[in-house]
């Protein structure tokens, strides 16, 4: 049975037993959680960008893959609301997308800065 990787409080949003459980080692949580901050580095800002220049359809989109494996690694109020605000934005880039993009954009930074945390403070994996 695999060991969960150690956690703190600190970790709020980064679900790492979960990511442990649905992965099923750690050494797969480690490899991934890299991917994880390099997504979320790239497509938070640009998601942003779209929806603020009224293109809500890319903004939909790029919020649909992100909602394709950030799931893996958060806690399930994160994934709801990444969900929540997907469907959102497919009514348009409206004022209501905005603000609530902007929320969600606050939670998946926090997510990967929790991630990096992780990845600099655990023990590497033989």
């Known amino acids: ?15 790492l037993a979960g990511a442990l459980e649905f992965l099923g080692d750690r050494q797969g949580v480690g490899e991934l959680l890299p991917a994880l901050r390099t997504a979320l580095a790239k497509e938070v800002p640009e998601i ?4 603020g220049q009224g293109a ?4 939909a ?32 880039a409206t004022p209501e997308v905005i603000t609530a993009y902007a929320l969600l954009a606050q939670e998946l930074q926090r997510l990967g800065l929790e991630a990096a945390h992780y990845l600099e403070h655990s023990a590497p994996t033989p």
């Open 1 to 15: 049975m695999p060991t969960a990787p150690a956690s703190t409080p600190q970790y709020t949003r980064l679900n």
């Open 48 to 51: 942003a960008l779209l929806l």
């Open 56 to 59: 809500a359809t890319d903004a």
């Open 61 to 92: 989109a790029r919020l649909h893959s992100l909602k394709g494996f950030v799931p893996v690694f958060c806690f399930a109020p994160l994934v709801e609301e990444l969900t929540r605000v997907e469907r959102l934005s497919r009514q348009g």
